[in-house]
């Protein structure tokens, strides 16, 4: 049970260069949520997904685009990656029907970009 | 905009001592939970308290909560070194999707 897992753990992107983060999870959870870590700023929401099929936008989703294909995986990408979006990057699932609301985390994904 | 803003921002204590963080948010919430951050790793989740709830305990972990003052404290009693790491809360303002909204942490240091 590997639960939350994060690839690349980490890449080195040039300005203008595309990528995408997959996050999977082997808990059949039904919510999963992008966040990005930055020094001083605590953990701030990309984008979220209530389901298969579905996503929405989370607090900072400019430049960010979201996949839900699979229930079990949720794909982050970055069109044109810019010097602003270097961060560490976690993805978390939770399950839908819980009422305890606890997020499980990977372990996060470094992003250099140049 | 953070809706949970932890204090101190930074905190360094002797192994033995216990150690108090602070958390406040600016509008209603569902639960409170708090998560700790070892360094380089995911967060890890701690404790969650309801609205509706004042206090809750997990071992050496004591959570307190204050809707009145919309704040919270983490006490941890009896650090160990292992304790070292950061701690966030989280608040849940909404229902359904629970879109947790975090602090910027507080960095604790347990010193040998």
């Known amino acids: 049970n590997a639960g939350v897992t994060q690839t690349p753990k980490f890449r080195v992107l040039k300005t203008g260069q595309s990528m995408t983060l997959l996050c999977a999870q082997d808990?059949?959870?039904?919510?999963m949520y992008w966040y990005r870590q930055d020094p001083g700023m605590g953990l701030r929401l990309i984008h979220y997904s209530v389901g298969e099929g579905t996503t929405a936008k989370g607090e900072v989703p400019d430049g960010y685009n979201v996949s839900r294909l699979k229930k079990q995986n949720f794909l982050l990408g970055l069109e044109s990656a810019a010097p602003s979006q270097t961060s560490v990057y976690f993805c978390a699932s939770r399950p839908g029907t819980t009422m305890t609301g606890e997020l499980f985390f990977g372990e996060g994904s470094r992003l250099t970009v140049l | 905009s953070q809706q949970g803003e932890e204090d101190p921002q930074a905190l360094s204590i002797q192994e033995g001592e216990n150690a108090t963080m602070n958390c406040s948010y600016k509008t209603s919430i569902n639960n409170l939970q708090w998560y700790r951050q070892n360094s380089g790793r995911g967060l890890v989740h701690l404790i969650l308290?309801?609205?509706?709830?004042r206090e809750k305990h997990s071992g050496r972990l004591r959570v307190t909560l204050d809707t009145s003052k919309k704040s919270s404290s983490l006490l941890i009693t009896a650090s160990r070194a292992a304790d070292t790491a950061s701690y966030f809360c989280a608040t849940d303002r909404s229902r359904g999707a629970q879109k947790l909204v975090f602090g910027q942490g507080t960095r604790l240091t347990i010193n040998p």
């Open positions: 308290i309801r609205s509706n709830e």
């Open positions: 808990m059949n959870h039904e919510y």
